[in-house]
């Protein structure tokens, strides 16, 4: 992963390939952001005029390249944050996530850069760091470089990430600013597992492959991790994940990855959809359809990255990930509109879609979830495309059976930069599942498909605690051009959301 150093150099003696400045849009032009006096120095003061010849106006993601003067650095890039704030207000701490970014995207295949924006404070330090991370970020794992010899993962440099962030401005000595730059670090290195596991197609992370990373993480982090084959959940009785997981030549596993701490007094619960691939099973999707579907196990990875993160960051507080993980394909052996399952809990579910498959293998990691009684559980999941319909492509719906858990989770998730937005749950949608044959169907009416889904995992909760359902199918996976510090592909999408979330459990700040 890339580095981070907080440097006590100035832009001017900094040995790197490029210094970073901000510039944001005045009430009369240009104007240029805190952290750029000493490059603007050594322009003579005249490094906004240069730059605005040059086109710049501070427009958010704008990049701007010019040679350097007067630094030992050969290169300035100007990176656009958009409208300034007004003269009493500091910069709002996702756009310098953004913007950092932006920026660390730009220098892919570089080496080292001075990143002079923003760092007075803690939280700018640490807004600045997750985004230059998160944004030097690139999949190169399926890369040859046309070269048959040397293989996969041999990418050109040019592909490769920036390889070293210096913030320029912080404080190394300061312990505020060091344990922001070790917790950004911690953060973006978690959010880029995510983004690796999803991007992996689905020839290579299979349920089999997913539970061994799990396991090796284990080792290397101090977790407990339990894995269910095929024959445990068969015998334990996980209908759900086996009649997802039974058309498949790779069968299903359900994960329970732990971290513990011994001054923990809650314990979180997180449960992740984890299909490997969804083509809908014997309910096909259509060509256009399918094609990113290596993307429908982003919840598991989201899950298990944020366990991870909370073993890192030392949080006092437990957290157990759950993945339930299945492939879901057509086969002689696939499970048929029809079909009908008897889940965990014992609740018989008619299967009238395949394709509604990520709430039966959730189903049963809910419930098995609930028997350890945890303060909460919180799932994630890629799990309709209604969702998308209703928030689009970068916002995540948020449900829930407590309406203070729903806003602390909102609250959560705008302050870690994750767009979200509660949904509610319409308690008449869950006659539309009463099956003539089973305890009920996987599918409804079709209005509120997104909300459908979050009332039917509701009946696999247990009883009186407190759950949360994050709809990530909109931000999981980005198919257009790459924003900020979101690449294309797999995004991590709630990983931050679940960290915080953690974060504020440990600190005693929920319920
Ligand atoms: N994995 C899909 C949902 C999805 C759609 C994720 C788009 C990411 C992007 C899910 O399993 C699915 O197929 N849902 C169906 C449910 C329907 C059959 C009730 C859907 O949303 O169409
Ligand atoms: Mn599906
Ligand atoms: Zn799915």
């Known amino acids: 992963m890339t580095a981070l150093t907080l440097s006590t150099s100035s832009a001017a003696t900094l040995r790197a390939d490029a210094v970073v400045v901000g510039l944001a849009k005045g009430a009369k032009g240009a104007v240029l952001a805190p952290g750029a006096q000493a490059v603007d120095k050594a322009f003579d003061g005249k490094l906004t005029a240069v730059l605005e010849t040059l086109g710049a106006s501070g427009a958010e993601g704008e990049i701007t390249k010019l040679p350097a003067t007067g630094l030992k650095a050969p290169v300035v890039l100007a990176v656009g944050l958009g409208e300034a704030p007004a003269a009493d207000e500091d910069y709002d701490l996702d756009t310098l996530r953004r913007a950092a970014g932006c920026a660390a995207r730009a220098l892919g295949g570089t080496k080292k850069a001075g990143f002079a924006l923003p760092a007075e404070d803690a939280e700018s330090v640490a807004a600045v760091a997750e985004g230059a991370l998160m944004g030097a970020y690139a999949f190169t794992a399926y890369r040859s470089n046309g070269d048959a010899k040397a293989g996969r993962g041999k990418a050109d440099a040019k592909s490769a990430p920036l390889a070293e962030v210096a913030l320029l401005g912080a404080k190394p000595r300061d312990k505020a600013h060091k344990a922001a730059a070790e917790r950004a670090e911690a953060l973006a290195a978690e959010v880029n597992r995510a983004r690796d596991l999803i991007n992996t197609p689905s020839n290579d992370l299979t349920p089999k492959s997913f539970a061994a990373q799990a396991q090796a993480a284990g080792k290397e982090f101090g977790l407990k991790v339990e894995v269910l084959d095929e024959k445990a959940l068969k015998k334990g009785g996980y209908g ?94 696939a ?21 509604a498959e990520g709430r039966l293998v959730l189903a049963d990691a809910l419930t098995r979830a609930s028997e350890e009684r945890p303060d909460a559980i919180v799932d994630v999941a890629t799990l309709t495309g209604a969702m998308v319909l209703a928030l689009g492509n970068r916002t995540f719906g948020i449900m829930a059976n407590d309406d203070a858990f729903r806003a602390s989770l909102h609250e959560i ?40 889904a979050g009332v039917f995992l509701q009946e696999f909760v247990g009883e009186g605690i407190t759950w949360a359902h994050l709809d990530i199918a909109g931000p999981a996976f980005h198919e257009s051009a790459p924003f900020g510090y979101t690449p294309k592909g797999g995004t991590g999408s709630s990983v931050r959301t679940l960290v915080l979330l953690a974060e504020r459990t440990a600190a005693g700040d929920l319920g």
């Open 413 to 452: 998730a705008e302050e870690a930069g994750e767009p979200a937005w509660p949904m509610p749950m319409p308690s008449e949608l869950r006659r539309t599942m009463d099956s003539p044959v089973a305890d009920l169907k996987n599918i409804g009416e079709r209005a509120g498909g997104g909300l459908l």
């Open 240 to 333: 759900g994940l086996m009649g997802v997981g039974q058309g498949s030549d790779n069968p299903p596993r359900l994960v329970r990855v732990a971290y513990t701490h011994p001054k923990a007094e809650k314990t979180l619960a997180f449960v992740g959809k984890g299909i490997t691939y969804d083509s809908g099973g014997i309910s096909l999707k259509p060509a256009g359809h399918n094609e990113t579907m290596k993307c429908d196990m982003s919840g598991a990875a989201a899950v298990f990255a944020a366990v991870v993160a909370a073993a890192r960051l030392g949080l006092a507080v437990n957290v157990t990930g759950w993945l339930a993980l299945a492939e879901n394909m057509p086969s002689g052996n």
């Open 335 to 355: 499970m048929r509109p029809g079909d009908v399952l008897t889940m965990y809990n014992g609740k018989t579910v008619e299967v009238l879609n395949t394709d």
